[in-house]
């Protein structure tokens, strides 16, 4: 029963580049969640997302970055000409309901390093 | 602003000691809380959660709420450096499922 996963690992973007993670939930999960790590700093929540929608995006930057979960394949989180200070670690996490007691379980992250 | 407190550490215990980990929250009216163990460079992993005020116990671990006291702490018994770690609380927005809110995190060193 595969957990969160999240491609690549490691990514490595000049300034000014296209960053995409993606973020496949576990299976029967219809709910994903974006977290950021920002170095010495706490999990931050970015985006939540549902099959085809966008339910709560209140924690995106306003530019540069946007967030789709289409019907098919897997949720991907897009940086626009990435700046130094969005390196950091990406986590997803997916839930098959939102709230209920369901906990998030998060996925191996990807880790941003803009050069 | 909603907010989650941790004191940052780090906390130093000896092995087979109790280590205490507390966390507090302004938004009185949440109702789900959780502790997340994060290795350096590794990803958040739960290892508890709470709902209902007063004790949990799993294991070595123990999580503690206090509604009225909007606190809750984690209880490490018989503390192995394999748990070296940093501690996360995390409490869910009301009524947001999904969404949680983070502290700093808690550095805790076990010492052999």
């Known amino acids: 029963n595969a957990g969160v996963m999240q491609n690549p690992r490691h990514l490595v973007r000049r300034r000014g580049q296209e960053a995409r993670l993606r973020c496949s939930p576990m299976?029967?999960?219809?709910?994903v969640y974006w977290y950021r790590q920002l170095p010495e700093e706490g999990l931050k929540f970015m985006v939540y997302l549902q099959k085809e929608n966008i339910i709560d995006e209140s924690g995106m930057p306003k530019e540069r970055f946007s967030a789709e979960f289409p019907k098919e394949g897997p949720s991907i989180l897009r940086i626009q000409q990435v700046v130094r200070g969005d390196s950091a670690a990406y986590f997803c996490a997916s839930s098959p309901v939102q709230g209920g007691n369901s906990p998030l379980h998060f996925g191996n992250g990807t880790r941003l390093t803009v050069t | 602003q909603k907010e989650v407190e941790q004191n940052s550490g780090p906390l130093s215990v000896p092995e087979g000691a109790i280590a205490s980990l507390n966390c507090t929250y302004s938004d009185r009216v949440s109702q789900s809380f959780f502790w997340y163990r994060q290795y350096s460079g590794k990803s958040p992993e739960l290892i508890m959660s709470?709902?209902?005020?007063g004790d949990k116990e799993d294991g070595r671990f123990t999580a503690q709420l206090n509604k009225a006291s909007q606190y809750v702490s984690l209880l490490i018994r018989d503390s192995q450096p394999s748990d070296s770690a940093t501690y996360l609380c995390?409490?869910?927005?009301?009524?947001?499922?999904?969404?949680?809110?983070f502290g700093q995190g808690t550095e805790l060193s076990v010492k052999p």
């Open positions: 709470i709902y209902s005020n």
């Open positions: 995390a409490v869910e927005e009301y009524n947001q499922g999904g969404k949680l809110i």
């Open positions: 299976k029967g999960h219809s709910h």
